[in-house]
């Protein structure tokens, strides 16, 4: 009886902590916001995270991309052939990557690769207290430190998806056109045709700023409100990882469900 | 290059941010910090302070003592706003910090300097821009003037050549005193010294306590000096606080201290290990605390 008790106080407390972090994160969010003034003015400050954050995010998400649109494409075919629609090839790689791989995917190595890292950082300054020494040098350790990671990962995320879905088609492309031999003429013009700009392209873009800010966020607050230990520090840099993904897949499909359902209906 | 060089001290002492001259202000008795019946814990199970009471003079150097853990850092803490106290009043230049609005702390944070124990240097940066961080932030000085601004103040550490390393690079005492360098960059009129000792070779300790000395007399600078180097602050200090189980036990200007007949100021000043000054974390006894891990 009195197990069955703990379980569900258990339950409750696990739950109560949930929310109250949630909350906080949001009131983070509030100060994050309210500190950007310093970001925007001393673009300096900007351009060193963009690097960190975005440019050596590159290399991964490229690779990435090229490989996804290969393996897409060498899948789709085995299933068009059957249907002998190979011709719709372009349009396959194309949605798959625009509409969800490249937002989805890219956020996830995004994630792992410079939100991780952005967690570690901030986590570290704050555990050999180089946050503490800002606040009582009247320096805003948000102004300073918080807000430009947190607005380089908002902005480098969407460019990095586009990248992402670029490489992958053009991955798509190589195995399509180049190894299996389907014609590049209906490879693109298909793909034209059936591609929406607003429908298709925009929506995919608004999941990847949508992620790039859940991300963001994630990572940052990850590691200011890391416990000041080198356990705090690595635990804190798992939960980015784990949290980050675990939103990036449930806020996916809340949007998917409202942005495409029109293809549901019929 | 000289020339430039030998301009800066008039220059140094300038970016004070409220202008206000240090001459007048310094050295004139009244108190700079009160700390009164101050207690606090980090947590409601342990209290760390129980009853704090010290003051210190404008333009004074005094040091804070006591064993490993009694509350120093603690108590340098409350003074920059970090925590506030649980119950008593901490005040400085007569003013409740506290009570402080946002703006008033950020002032007084301005007009603050604090070293932190383990130098709390910034890794991302050279020594140079450790130096110039808080210079950057909180004056508009040109380019060539913070150059010269921030040598001036490495020089005096013994630390110009370093200026192109990185944190990563130094010898824990390098890293203190660059530490130090920083600290007193904006020349500021509070000056919290948390351990500037720690780790440094009997020629640069006793420079870095000269450098304290002379600071806090030739700006007017009001400095407390937490350390566990009782012969240095003997020569350097106008005044000494000891604190113990959460309260000061003894305080007194450095002659008093040396003839004091105290049984806690003789064992601390000779380095005695038996006396009133524990040497363990509170703990079960001994014997209790073995039998129960062979259990
Ligand atoms: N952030 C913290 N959270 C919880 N307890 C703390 C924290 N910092 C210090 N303490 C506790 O407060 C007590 C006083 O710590 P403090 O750092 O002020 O000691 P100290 O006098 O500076 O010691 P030392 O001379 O070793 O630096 C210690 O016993 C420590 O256990
Ligand atoms: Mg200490």
Redesign the pocket.
Known sequence: MNAILNWFAGIGVTTRGAIARLGFATRFLVAVVKASGTTFLRPRLLIRELYHAGVLSLVIVLMSGLFVGMVLALQGYETLVRFGATEAMGVLVALSLVRELGPVVAGLLFASRAGSAITAEIGLMKTTEQLAAMEVMAVNPIARVVAPRFWAGVISLPFLAALFSTLGIYGGYLVAVKLIGIDGGAFWGQMQAAVDWRYDVMNGVIKSIVFAFAVSLIAVFEGYDATPTAEGVSAATTRTVVTSALAILTIDFVLTVFMFRGSVNG | MPTRIDKIPAMSSSPTPDGVARSENAGDGSPMIELSEVAFG??KARQ?LSGVTLSVPKGKLVAVM?G???????ILRLLCGQHAATSGRVKVSGKNIDEMSRDELFSHRRRLGMLF?FGALFTDMTVFENVAFPIREHTDLPEPVLHDLVLMKLNAVGLRGAAHLKPSELSGGMARRVALARTIALDPELVLYDEPFAGLDPISLSIVGQLIRKLNDALGMTSILVTHDIMESLKIVDYIYFIADGKVVAHGDVESIRRSTDPFVKQFVNGEPDGPVRFHYPAKPLAEAFSGASA
């Open positions: 980090y947590t760390i006591g490993s853990g009694c509350g120093k850092t603690t124990q």
